[in-house]
């Protein structure tokens, strides 16, 4: 079985700063989609960004990249000059595309210092 | 409407009792999802309907809970004899069709608190 993990319970950053967020996930499969969401205390989940298993290109979607690492296992989120909007907890998600669930790590509580 | 609706924000119940969860995906929206986030967790996958379909219940804890979408739009998630562990935030998603390609819009979630 597919298994997502995210190390980080917690981070903080400086308003304007870059922040790595880690996520590392196990799998068989040759072809797979990676997701980072992120949820707001409103709890509505809003997709930052995604990966397709087959591109080697890194997603990026204006200030969030990832950095994926396939061999590794390894899809960190990048957010560059970080805003006081972007505090909120981020999962790092994983879909075969032979099943149609999203399977979500534990999440990251990302903080962001005035 | 705009978006996933889900109703109530907010439900207490005492042990024992049953309760019914509501979703109003976006209109249209194919694929329907359900997923259970306990505090300080991930969502957990519960169930999936494509239109009036149940296509995968697998996620479903016990036989205490139970999902339907009787005309491919609306779905309901029904808890019966509530219990503790079952205190979580229950959210729903959908989708235009199957999520391939395609994006998941979330609704905010019910909070469900059991005493």
């Not at chain 1, 000059?81 to 972007?86: E, T, V």
């Not at chain 2, 219940?57 to 016990?62: D, I, T």
């Not at chain 2, 509530?82 to 079952?86: A, K, L």
């Given at each position: 079985a597919q298994t997502v993990t995210q190390s980080q319970p917690e981070m903080s950053v400086q308003e304007a700063e870059t922040v790595t967020l880690s996520c590392t996930y196990d799998t068989s499969e040759s072809d797979y989609y990676l997701f980072w969401y992120k949820q707001p205390p409103s709890r509505q989940m809003i997709l930052v960004i995604r990966q397709e298993a087959y591109k080697q290109q890194n997603a990026t979607e204006n200030r969030f990249s990832v950095n994926f690492q396939k061999a590794a296992k390894s899809f960190s989120l990048k957010i560059s000059?970080?805003?006081?909007?972007?505090a909120a907890m981020y999962f790092c998600a994983y879909r075969s595309p032979r099943d149609d669930k999203i399977i979500f790590g534990k999440g990251t509580r990302l903080h962001i210092l005035p | 409407g705009a978006g996933v609706s889900q109703s109530p924000r907010y439900k207490v119940a005492k042990r024992g009792q049953d309760v019914a969860l509501r979703c109003d995906p976006?209109?249209?929206?194919v694929s329907l999802f359900w997923y259970q986030q306990a505090l300080g967790q991930g969502p957990e996958f519960l169930t999936y309907f494509q239109n009036e379909a149940q296509?995968?219940?697998?996620?479903?804890?016990?036989?205490r809970f139970f999902a339907e979408r009787p005309e491919g739009s609306v779905s309901t998630l029904k808890i019966q004899r509530?219990?503790?562990?079952?205190s979580a935030v229950y959210l729903c998603a959908s989708s235009w069709d199957r999520p391939t390609n395609e994006k998941l819009f979330f609704g905010s979630g019910t909070q469900l608190s059991v005493l």
């Open positions: 000059d970080s805003q006081l909007g972007d | 976006i209109s249209g929206h296509l995968d219940k697998s996620g479903l804890p016990s036989d509530t219990q503790q562990e079952d």
